[in-house]
């Protein structure tokens, strides 16, 4: 009798190494990204740069933590923060 099954030669394994590289990245890449936006303010700021600087940093990793633990693969709440916090800084140091 013919085996009819076929092996999967650990797909899946691949699968979710492969997803979890990928949300690492994003992650890793968000992070990166928060860090130029508070040296901006570091840099450049007049006034409560200490505050604003760490603040935003410290926000941003809670924001990348909560969507890097989310089963939805949009980032919308860490995007959507560093976006304001780079108009933050930008309207700060101008």
Do not use: N
Request: hydrophobic share 55%; proline share 0%.
């Amino acid at each position: 009798m013919a085996k009819t099954e076929v092996a999967s030669h650990g797909m899946d394994e691949h699968r979710a190494t492969y997803e979890a590289f990928i949300k690492g990245t994003i992650a890793l890449t968000l992070l990166s990204a928060y860090t130029v936006v508070a040296l901006c303010e570091f840099g450049f700021g007049t006034s409560m740069t200490f505050l604003i600087g760490f603040g935003g940093l410290i926000v941003g990793l809670i924001a990348v933590i909560i969507d890097a633990r989310a089963k939805s693969s949009k980032w919308l709440l860490s995007t959507g923060l560093l976006i304001a916090y780079g108009l933050l800084v930008a309207i700060h140091i101008t």
